[in-house]
């Protein structure tokens, strides 16, 4: 046997392994938590997304205010 | 003497794994590129395809790292947190193969330095799968087999292992397994020569060793 053929054909072994499976409650424990994860994040951008709107809506009330204060002044 | 190793191998022995090559990427490009964005937008259908995909690959990897599957299991259950955690930050172009070998790595690697574990002592590999069955020959001498090549692997250093399993297991592309490793391609290609005349040298040892017993 050459070199070249030794290690690829312990590649090829390796390769033949059987997969390797966790548990079934392993499973669902992971799938539980991190659906509960996405859920909170997409519910925070949702909850940042209102947050940015109200800002925007009170910053232009604010610059409307003050418009019409100087208005009213001068 | 016939050694394990000298299996005579089918067809040609030019490329690094052709099998496990097929094994890593049958995950057509466009439609990974779709789980990426969908993964980033928080949707839990594109996740659970992620994760059937690579769940038992996730573990298999850490499995035979940690050489304990309660271990092997938690550190995967880490490794889906610390995706999903991060998912929103993922380039669009991610290849999720190598990212989330390259977390499960890290959560591994963080575990054994939290544990300040000494990788030396491979005795517990022997638990991690079920003994032979006493079922017809050929399944037994397969099982053997299989145990041997497992006991083998388990003994070798981590640095070894990982590569091996990286590339040999998961058939990752070196460079992409050097990515992985945090190292350069050429670093990856010496460790990965040294990682296969190790386990070769074990696979001998342990021919010999059965051939004595017989």
């Known amino acids: 046997m050459d070199s070249d053929q030794q290690p690829d ?3 090829r072994l390796l390769a033949d392994l059987p997969p390797m499976t966790p548990s ?4 669902r424990r992971v799938l539980v938590r991190c659906h509960a994860a996405l859920h909170t994040t997409s519910h925070r951008r949702g909850a940042s997304a209102i947050d ?3 800002a925007a809506a009170i910053a232009g009330y604010a610059v409307a205010a003050a418009r019409e204060v100087i208005r009213l002044l001068y | 003497m016939r050694h394990l190793h000298e299996r005579p191998t089918p067809a040609r022995v030019t490329s690094v794994t052709p099998d496990a090559a097929a094994r890593s990427y049958d995950v057509d490009r466009d439609f990974e590129l779709e789980l990426v964005g969908r993964v980033r ?4 259908a594109a996740f659970d395809a992620v994760h059937a995909r690579f769940n038992s690959r996730l573990f298999g990897f850490l499995a035979r790292l ?5 271990i092997a299991e938690d550190l995967l259950e880490e490794t889906w947190l610390r995706f999903v955690a991060n998912a929103g930050r993922l380039n669009a172009d991610t290849r999720l193969g190598p990212w989330l070998f390259t977390v499960a790595r890290n959560v591994h690697v963080s ?3 939290s544990r300040a574990l000494d990788d030396r002592n491979s005795d517990d590999a022997l638990g991690l799968w079920p003994a032979p069955s006493a079922s017809p020959f050929e399944e037994a001498v397969g099982r053997e087999l299989e145990q041997r090549i497992e006991a083998s692997l388990a003994s070798l250093p981590v640095s070894c292992r990982e590569v091996l399993l990286l590339v040999g297991v998961e058939g990752l592309r070196p460079a992409e397994a050097a990515v992985v490793c945090g190292v350069s391609a050429e ?3 010496q460790r990965l020569k040294r990682a296969r005349a190790l386990l070769a040298e074990c696979l001998d040892r ?3 060793r059965t051939q004595e017993k017989a």
């Open chain 1, 9 to 11: 054909s312990i590649l």
């Open chain 1, 24 to 27: 079934a409650a392993c499973d």
């Open chain 1, 52 to 54: 940015m709107t109200m």
């Open chain 2, 41 to 44: 937008e928080g949707d839990a």
């Open chain 2, 66 to 70: 940690t050489r304990n599957r309660d």
């Open chain 2, 111 to 113: 575990y054994c330095r």
């Open chain 2, 187 to 189: 670093a990856l290609r």
């Open chain 2, 206 to 208: 342990s021919a010999d």
